[in-house]
């Protein structure tokens, strides 16, 4: 019998996040193996162009609903889509990426199709068909090997842990359209607004970032405006140093993240944390600057390909885990770092 | 009782979690955090803020709800010292090896069996097994609306049954209105968590809480979908670090450029 994979695209108005596609591709490969069929599920509000999108990016079939009530990200009519796309094709697996999204929206489907979901995988085995899904747990210290004995069985990827298949513009197929019979009375949410935030890159899935710990404040060099009392005299230096992190990202189009130590600190804002209790990421270039290595920090970067620390204590744990370690100050080593960057990457 | 003007009736569910500092082994497929202390979950401290908060500001009771083995009370007793009014443990020996979706029918079930609801909170997601599944699931059992990784509540309106809330996604904030009741999960963002206070850690050292068993909710055992068959350390892969040398910033930052480039990483 043939296996279906169906992968669910996630996007914000049209936009979709790139973990999509690395699902997408997973499914594919794994359709080739199997002998089966690559379904993406496309649904919002004017998403024709993602459709397209998906047959290059390895679609066979897509299904797509696209109505107005689908057009922000309210999970319950969302799920209640997914729900009826699997009851109408019968899956044997349902790929979704681990974003805010698709792991809110794995996990409401999962209840309506007694049904489990295996969260944010590295790693994944189907050999003869049987589906065993690899996973970090308690922080990345220990590995979970799980299976699921009901179908459709439901998994999240982790971003970046799959490789995104190479798109093909030649790539088409066909389209089925999902009846939308969604009550617009009985969606219990509606979205007020949205606020943005603040445009620099993303650290779910960029390729390379820069991280600031503790050490961005430490720089003795600097003499704060006489006017701040010791608080603010630290907020102060911390964001000297930050704007040094910046800038070495802005030359490599990277994201800027920063350790558990350096949020609770308010030196940035937590969005930018990275660790157990932030963000995990897997880029494959890791600045991290002024960080000691934490095993809370540890935990949410060290499957980066490539690691990089600068931090003036030699024994810092961090060394422990860089490919190339630099002991110094970050203040005196970013700005020439970031000026030989430059320098090379204008060629 | 009814209850008055705007007063909220918040349940908030908390986790026992060994603590993130732990080293964890596995031995003969047995997962272990040694002599590491347990603690409550820390995402779920942002949680009980915000339950504490809203219940002060408009008045109204928290109930702390914890689901887990038998004496596994580390996570209630915290939640209680922080100032939730009453708790509930929920432990029952055939629960053993629960997935997330017979873990939040248990869930559901305690929270139909305290009743009278607006709200229930939880942190969003766990140290040790990570899954963040539980407040989305146990929503969709109840049929109430799942509002995941809120930093904001904007206004909690139990009269109207109405709540606003400032949700976080990967591109934008995204300013909800919604009905009540409904599960949310409160994100770091929220703000710092209190410290017990001397009194608060006397009062829950002393508080007495029912356990409730599956007979008790009155449900037979759920059926699991999700199993483990092996769980091992991470090895982690053999790193050769190179220290890089230079007698000036100026020429460790020209070699490090130059070991990138040839690490083919740029």
């Given at each position: 019998m043939t296996k279906k994979m169906l992968a669910y695209i996630d996007h914000f108005h049209g936009k979709a996040q790139p973990s999509s596609w690395e699902g997408l591709g997973l499914?594919?490969?794994?359709?080739?193996?199997?002998?089966?069929?690559?379904?993406?599920?496309?649904?919002?509000?004017?998403?024709?162009?993602?459709?397209?999108?998906?047959?290059?990016?390895?679609?066979?079939?897509?299904?797509?609903?696209?109505?107005?009530i689908l057009k922000d990200f309210r999970p319950e009519p969302l799920a209640d889509m997914i729900v009826q796309a699997a009851r109408e094709y019968q899956p044997d697996l349902i790929i979704f990426p681990t974003t805010s999204r698709g792991r809110t929206l794995a996990g409401m489907v999962a209840v309506d199709l007694d049904s489990g979901v295996m969260v944010d995988v590295i790693a994944l085995d189907w050999a003869g068909g049987e589906i065993t899904a690899t996973r970090p747990i308690y922080g990345g210290k220990l590995l979970a090997k799980l299976t699921c004995s009901t179908t459709p069985q439901i998994i999240t990827l982790r971003t970046r842990a799959f490789d995104k298949p190479v798109p093909d513009p030649s790539r088409s197929g066909s389209v089925t359209t999902l009846d939308v019979g969604i009550d617009p009375a009985g969606v219990a949410t509606s979205i007020a607004s949205h606020e943005e935030k603040d445009g620099g890159v993303s650290l779910n899935d960029a390729s390379v970032i820069v991280s600031g710990g503790r050490g961005v404040a430490l720089n003795p060099a600097l003499e704060p405006p006489g006017d701040l009392d010791e608080e603010a005299a630290e907020i102060w230096k911390a964001e000297q140093g930050f704007a040094l992190v910046q800038g070495l990202a802005d030359v490599l189009g990277a994201a800027v993240g920063a350790s558990r130590a350096a949020v609770d600190a308010k030196y940035i804002e937590y969005d930018h944390q990275v660790g157990q209790t932030g963000k995990v990421v897997s880029p494959d270039l890791y600045f991290a600057c002024g960080v000691s290595g934490a095993i809370q920090h540890l935990a949410g970067m060290r499957s980066s390909k490539v690691i990089v620390a600068i931090n003036k204590d030699p024994d810092a744990p961090i060394f422990n885990f860089a490919r190339f370690g630099l002991v110094g100050d970050m203040h005196t080593i970013l700005p020439p770092l970031t000026e030989a960057l430059r320098e090379y990457l204008a060629g | 009782m009814r209850k008055e003007g705007n007063s909220v009736k918040i349940i908030v569910c908390v986790k026992q979690v060994p603590d993130t500092a732990a080293t964890m082994t596995v031995d003969n497929g047995a997962i272990s955090w040694g002599d590491a202390p347990l603690i409550i979950n820390p995402w779920d401290e942002f949680a009980v803020e915000a339950a504490l908060k809203l219940a002060t500001e408009q008045g109204g009771e928290v109930i702390a709800l914890c689901l887990g083995k038998e004496g596994e009370t580390e996570a209630i007793k915290h939640a209680l010292a922080m100032g939730a009014d009453s708790a509930v443990m929920v432990s029952?020996?055939?629960?053993?090896?629960?997935?997330?979706?017979?873990?939040?029918?248990?869930?559901?079930?305690?929270?139909?069996?305290?009743?009278?609801?607006?709200?229930?909170?939880?942190?969003?997601?766990?140290?040790?097994?990570?899954?963040?599944?539980?407040?989305?699931?146990?929503?969709?059992?109840?049929?109430?609306?799942?509002?995941?990784?809120?930093?904001?509540?904007?206004?909690?309106?139990?009269?109207?049954?109405?709540?606003?809330?400032?949700?976080?996604?990967?591109?934008?904030?995204?300013?909800?209105?919604?009905?009540?009741?409904?599960?949310?999960?409160?994100?770091?963002?929220?703000?710092?968590?209190?410290?017990?206070?001397?009194?608060?850690?006397?009062?829950?050292?002393?508080?007495?809480?029912?356990?409730?068993?599956?007979?008790?909710?009155?449900?037979?055992?759920?059926?699991?979908?999700?199993?483990?068959?092996?769980?091992?350390?991470?090895?982690?892969?053999?790193?050769?670090?190179?220290?890089?040398?230079?007698?000036?910033?100026?020429?460790?930052?020209?070699?490090?450029?130059?070991?990138?480039?040839?690490?083919?990483?740029?």
């Open positions: 499914a594919a490969e794994i359709s080739k193996d199997l002998g089966g069929e690559t379904v993406a599920l496309v649904l919002g509000d004017s998403v024709n162009e993602l459709a397209n999108i998906a047959f290059h990016y390895g679609a066979d079939q897509v299904l797509l609903a696209d109505n107005p | 029952d020996p055939a629960l053993k090896g629960a997935d997330n979706v017979a873990a939040s029918k248990v869930l559901a079930a305690a929270i139909q069996k305290i009743g009278d609801t607006d709200l229930v909170l939880f942190g969003q997601q766990s140290v040790d097994t990570d899954t963040g599944l539980l407040p989305v699931q146990t929503a969709r059992l109840l049929k109430w609306p799942s509002l995941t990784l809120v930093s904001k509540f904007e206004s909690v309106n139990p009269e109207d049954g109405k709540i606003r809330v400032l949700r976080s996604m990967e591109e934008a904030g995204q300013v909800v209105d919604s009905a009540l009741p409904a599960v949310v999960s409160v994100t770091k963002d929220y703000g710092d968590p209190r410290y017990p206070s001397f009194m608060g850690i006397r009062k829950a050292s002393k508080a007495e809480f029912p356990t409730w068993s599956l007979a008790d909710l009155g449900i037979d055992t759920p059926a699991s979908s999700i199993s483990w068959p092996d769980v091992a350390e991470t090895v982690q892969k053999e790193i050769v670090t190179e220290i890089i040398e230079g007698e000036t910033p100026d020429q460790k930052a020209k070699s490090l450029v130059e070991k990138l480039i040839a690490e083919k990483v740029l």
